[in-house]
């Protein structure tokens, strides 16, 4: 089995990898990387392969030199404070199109998985998790990409290349860059515990509530989905917990596990525009195609995250 996994230098491609690597000792693992890279080191024996996706040659070169059965397909824009459209859209609808285009024309039998986002959705009702059925209503420049990028890649999904998309909630672990807030808590509360930094933390909007999970859950669920299930040509599945956590709640977990006292403070910097008052999401398609059950705590995750950005991160960000 030959396994691309692109952007697999990026925060959530270092999971993947070592998931696969676990399971699939045997498989030829290849990855590609472009810029800056927030993930682990690769499994030994992983080929990486430097391309910037936007220019077809490379494309072109990635799938000659890797020759995929199954592409797990991570690179490109992921944040949704992203408010550049031009440039999300470039990387998430034309970057993807022009990847799918490529494999479709190899004519060579082949799995392939989109990471789309559960923001697709929009705005989810209180106690309403969001379903696989249910209309889209993006809200911000990146989920907007992802829904078109989904609208857009469908009809190249055939018998022969078979699509799964991925909306997948928010996910975190050690190793997630500052941008996302879980790790942007973790690292000033270590960057204050080193004496770096003044003892205040700085917070945006806390009384968001998010979909929150460990990201080896979320890894678990792309393999389950693309390696152990029959192949249809295309297929939307949800990774979620169901759970709505306020931004508040993270914030007070970590600060629960803080060995020095701090203050908090509203930075408007880190105030959205337009910020979900909700967004959460139901697992049980997922959960019934695979037995995926999570298997990680948020309490266990986020200290894991802390306990690296003190051991670790403060000395990389």
Known sequence: MRILITGATGFVGGYLAAELSEH????????????????????????????????????????????????FHLAGFASGAGTDAAMIRAANVDATRMLVEAVASTHKPCRLHLASTGYVYGTTAPGQPASE?????????????????????QPLATEN?????????NHTGPRQTPVFVAPG???????????LDEPTVRVGNLEAKRDFLDVRDVVRA???????????????VNVASGEAVSIQSILDTLLGMAQ?????????????????????????????????????SL???????????????????
């Open 260 to 296: 020095t006292k701090v203050s908090v403070e509203i930075d408007p910097t880190r105030l959205r525009p337009s910020d979900m008052p909700e967004c959460i999401g139901a697992s049980a398609l997922l959960s019934e195609l695979t037995g995926w059950r999570k298997t990680h």
């Open 24 to 71: 699939y000792p045997k498989a030829q693992l290849f990855g590609t990387s472009y810029g800056h890279t927030s993930g682990g080191g690769l499994p030994e024996g992983t080929t990486v392969l430097d391309a910037d996706l936007r220019d077809p040659a490379v494309i072109a070169r990635v799938l000659e030199a890797s020759a995929p059965d199954i592409i």
């Open 161 to 169: 290349l078979s699509i799964t998309v991925t909306r997948a909630f």
């Open 185 to 195: 808590f973790a690292r000033q509360l270590a960057r204050i515990e080193q004496g």
């Open 222 to 236: 792309y393999r389950l989905l693309l390696c152990e299930q029959a192949p249809a040509p295309w297929r939307v």
């Open 299 to 317: 309490t266990d995750t986020l200290a894991e995250t802390l306990s690296w950005w003190r051991s670790t991160g403060v000395h990389i960000w």
């Open 133 to 153: 059925g249910d209309t889209l209503r993006p809200e911000g420049a990146y989920a907007q990409s992802k829904a078109e990028m989904e609208t857009v890649i």
